[in-house]
C-alpha cells in the first residue's frame, strides 16, 4: 500500500498526486513508468513517473481523467493508499552529454517533459522548452518548466494564453532563429510527435518521442504495447518508452491506439454510474 501525502487538481481533468514510495523514488530516473492499481480489483495502469525526490521517499504521478481506472485513482485522497505502485519500469531517458536540446511537451505529456527538461537543467544543457495546451484552462506546470528551462515558448491552440499556434510553429521559429539542438525531445499526443519528427528531419535534427501504448505487464511478456520502429518490432515497456522519433511508424501506432475506445467509453460509463450509486 502506498499512501498519497498530497493530491492537487492541476487543471479539471488533470490531478497530481505525491506519493510515499522510497524504493521507487531511489532507482527513479526521468523517462521511467510505474504501473499502479488504485485498489485490489482495478485495472494495471501504466503512468510516467512525473518527478521524485529520494531523500524525501517519494514519487510524483500527473493523470488526466480519462477513463474508469483513473477515474477510481481520482476517487482516492490525501491519507489513503493506493493498491499497487510498481517501478520503476522502462529504460531512463538518455540525457548526458546534451550540451543544448528542445524539449516539446504537449498537453498532460508536458507531466512526463518536465523531469526530463530539469534533469537536464541540473547537468548545465541548455534548455528551450515548447509547451502547448488547446486553451488557458488546461495549462499545467507552466511554474515548474520556467525553473527548469533557460527559455519557454508558451502556447495554446485558441491564444488565450501565451502565443496562439501549434508547438511545431514555435519549434521551427527556434530553429530558422538559428538554434542548433543536439537533440529534440517531444512528449505528447502522437499525432503532436508525428508533426514534430516530420518538422525535424526536415532540419535533420535528432528528435527523440516518449511512447505510451496499450500496456498490461510492464515486463515484455503480454506484447500489447508493440510498436514498429525502423521497420521492426519494439515494446515500449522495456526497449522504450523513448525511441527515435523518424523511425516511429506514428500511423499504426495512432491505429492501434483506438481499437478499444468504444470498450473504454463503455467502461467510463459504468464506472459514473457505479460511482453515482455510491454517492446516493
Known amino acids: 500500500m502506498f499512501k498519497i501525502l498530497k493530491k492537487e487538481e492541476?487543471?479539471?481533468t488533470v490531478t497530481k498526486m505525491v506519493v510515499d514510495a522510497p524504493l521507487i523514488a531511489k532507482k527513479a530516473q526521468?523517462?521511467?513508468?510505474?504501473?499502479?492499481?488504485?485498489?485490489?480489483?482495478?485495472?494495471?495502469?501504466?503512468?510516467?513517473?512525473?518527478?521524485?525526490?529520494?531523500?524525501?521517499?517519494t514519487v510524483t504521478i500527473i493523470f488526466q481523467i480519462v477513463g474508469f481506472g483513473t477515474m477510481e485513482l481520482?476517487?482516492?485522497?490525501?491519507?489513503?493508499?493506493?493498491?499497487?505502485?510498481?517501478?520503476?519500469?522502462?529504460?531512463?531517458?538518455?540525457?548526458?552529454?546534451?550540451?543544448?536540446?528542445?524539449?516539446?511537451?504537449?498537453?498532460v505529456g508536458c507531466a512526463i517533459a518536465y523531469p526530463i527538461a530539469k534533469k537536464l537543467h541540473e547537468l548545465g544543457c541548455e534548455v528551450h522548452s515548447v509547451v502547448g495546451f488547446r486553451n488557458k484552462d488546461l495549462v499545467i506546470l507552466e511554474d515548474e518548466f520556467n525553473s527548469a528551462s533557460d527559455k519557454v515558448c508558451m502556447m495554446t491552440d485558441d491564444g488565450s494564453y501565451g502565443e496562439k499556434g501549434l508547438v511545431t510553429n514555435a519549434l521551427e521559429k527556434l530553429i530558422k532563429d538559428g538554434n542548433e539542438y543536439d537533440e529534440v525531445i517531444a512528449i505528447g499526443p502522437l499525432v503532436m510527435m508525428k508533426f514534430v519528427c516530420k518538422l525535424t528531419k526536415e532540419y535533420n535534427i535528432k528528435t527523440i518521442v516518449s511512447m505510451n501504448p496499450i500496456m498490461i505487464d510492464g515486463t515484455g511478456m503480454c506484447g500489447g504495447c508493440r510498436i514498429t520502429v525502423g521497420g521492426e518490432t519494439k515494446f515500449a515497456c522495456v526497449d522504450g518508452p523513448d525511441f527515435d522519433g523518424h523511425q516511429v511508424d506514428f500511423d499504426e501506432a495512432m491505429h492501434r491506439g483506438t481499437m478499444y475506445k468504444e470498450f473504454e467509453q463503455h467502461a467510463r460509463e459504468q464506472g459514473c454510474n457505479l460511482f453515482k450509486k455510491e454517492v446516493k
Not at 521511467?32 to 531523500?55: M, V
Open 30 to 57: 526521468p523517462g521511467q513508468f510505474i504501473i499502479f492499481r488504485a485498489k485490489e480489483d482495478s485495472e494495471r495502469i501504466p503512468l510516467t513517473i512525473a518527478d521524485y525526490d529520494a531523500n524525501a521517499g
Open 74 to 107: 481520482n476517487t482516492l485522497n490525501e491519507g489513503e493508499c493506493i493498491h499497487d505502485l510498481v517501478g520503476p519500469l522502462g529504460r531512463p531517458s538518455e540525457v548526458e552529454g546534451l550540451k543544448k536540446v528542445a524539449v516539446v511537451g504537449g498537453g
Open 10 to 12: 492541476l487543471n479539471p
